[in-house]
């Protein structure tokens, strides 16, 4: 019998030559998946199981993962505030992580003896991929021929082309993965540290120039509606945040970062759901969560995104870091009011039972309801004295 092995097939060239290189060069039976994190339509689905049985696989399937995605890793991105470098929400990031889980699944449900992908040896899917197919199914086979051949698109067109498959793989000019939490956008600007991308290199131009009103509805961290629109799954808010946000050209930027290879890399990314929603999540926690939540809530959700990115979700740590996160979510429940503009927006303010901006115990800057005059003198004198010591005896010894 023939061995199994298991492709993450995406449907552009490099998967393509694996489904048929697996079969026709090294005899095994292919049996494609195809993980949804949001980057395909239901006719796109179709699209991808034809082209992928076209190429002679054995199986293919699709693996709709948008709430899984959601449940396992974007929730704890929002809890977060996670923006890598300050700028980029992890998109392809999160979205790898949790692909790669549903193919090792998917590999342990078929029994399969090997798993394949298309990854190149430049970046950072491929030891995303690999480290969590080792450590969910360590006795598969990993094999990765574009990576293992150095091939160039060239070889891998004529490879198919010799091979009875004779589909046009047009060279486009930026390439585009899109996802729930974003999509990324790579092109030659993207390859030297000087230029921004083009207008014309993001996937949602501008439609929208008058000025809207946005209101989202939080309840414990998580989205439960949209302009008083509710929803059943954060996903569906999300989706409806993105479609309303995009129209603007909002959240587009370009992350310079530092891959898992060691080396700087720059990527270009739309993100307008997630610029949007990171930001009014963190104002209503501003307003709702203490002095102290906030600072170790900021150092703890760095690691998480950073972990993340490294590839080390699978790590017990995280599991850890999520428990913090959640707790932290119990009063962070209210509306935040936003105006979208073309490439921005204004977080206006918010509304919450929980805010902790109360008047009734004072006015900053106008009124002091809950201490006196005095109080803050002795709070002063005392908080001083650490700070007087240390400079009185030092004053002479400089």
Same mark, same amino acid.
Do not use: C
């Given at each position: 019998m023939k061995k199994k092995v298991v492709l993450a097939f995406s449907g552009g060239l490099d998967t393509s030559y694996c489904a048929k290189y697996l079969s026709e060069t090294l005899g095994y039976e292919v049996y494609a998946v195809t993980v949804n994190t949001g980057g395909f339509s239901e006719e796109e689905e179709k699209e991808l199981e034809q082209k992928a049985l076209n190429l002679g696989v054995r199986q293919y399937r699709c693996v709709k993962a948008q709430e899984d995605y959601y449940n396992s890793c974007v929730k704890y991105l929002i809890f977060g505030n996670v923006l890598k470098n300050n700028t980029y929400p992890l998109s392809?990031?999160?979205?790898?992580?949790?692909q790669a889980q549903k193919i090792a699944e998917y590999a342990i449900e078929t029994g399969a003896d090997a798993i394949a992908h298309g990854s190149t040896g430049a970046g950072n899917d491929q030891v995303r991929f690999d480290l969590i197919f080792q450590v969910m199914c360590p006795d598969v086979e990993i094999i990765t021929p574009i990576r293992d051949l150095a091939l160039s698109r060239e070889d891998e067109i004529?490879? +198919?082309k010799d091979h009875g498959y004779e589909m046009e793989f047009a060279k486009a000019q930026y390439s585009v993965n899109k996802g729930l939490w974003g999509t990324s956008v790579g092109g030659k600007e993207t390859l030297t540290s000087r230029n921004y991308l083009p207008e014309e290199a993001f996937p949602s131009q501008i439609s929208q120039r008058e000025p809207s009103e946005l209101e989202i509805e939080f309840k414990n961290g998580e989205i439960k509606s949209v302009n008083g629109q509710p929803y059943d799954h954060p996903v569906y808010a999300i989706q409806a945040i993105e479609k309303?946000?995009?129209a603007y050209g909002i959240g587009r930027d370009i992350h310079v970062g530092d891959t898992i290879v060691g080396i700087k890399g720059r990527v270009g990314f739309e993100a307008a759901a997630a610029s949007v929603i990171?930001?009014? *999540?963190?104002? @209503?926690?501003? *307003?709702?969560?203490s002095k102290y939540?906030?600072?170790?809530?900021?150092?703890?959700?760095?690691? %998480? /995104?950073?972990? @993340? *990115?490294?590839?080390?979700? @699978? $790590?017990?740590?995280?599991?850890n870091i999520e428990c913090l996160l959640t707790d932290s979510q119990k009063t962070v429940t209210g509306k935040v009011f936003i105006t979208l503009h073309p490439y921005r927006f204004i977080l206006n303010g918010i509304e919450s039972d *929980? $805010? +902790?901006?109360?008047?009734?115990? /004072?006015? %900053?800057g106008e009124a002091n309801r809950a201490w006196t005059g005095d109080d803050v003198k002795g709070y002063t004198k005392i908080l001083s004295n650490s700070l007087n010591i240390y400079h009185q005896i030092n004053k002479t010894n400089n």
């Open positions: 392809v990031s999160a979205e790898r992580t949790i004529e490879f +198919l309303l946000a995009s990171i930001k009014a *999540h963190h104002l @209503l926690e501003k *307003h709702t969560l939540q906030q600072m170790i809530k900021s150092q703890l959700s760095d690691w %998480y /995104g950073n972990w @993340l *990115h490294e590839a080390l979700f @699978l $790590d017990p740590v995280m599991r *929980h $805010d +902790l901006m109360s008047d009734q115990f /004072g006015s %900053y």
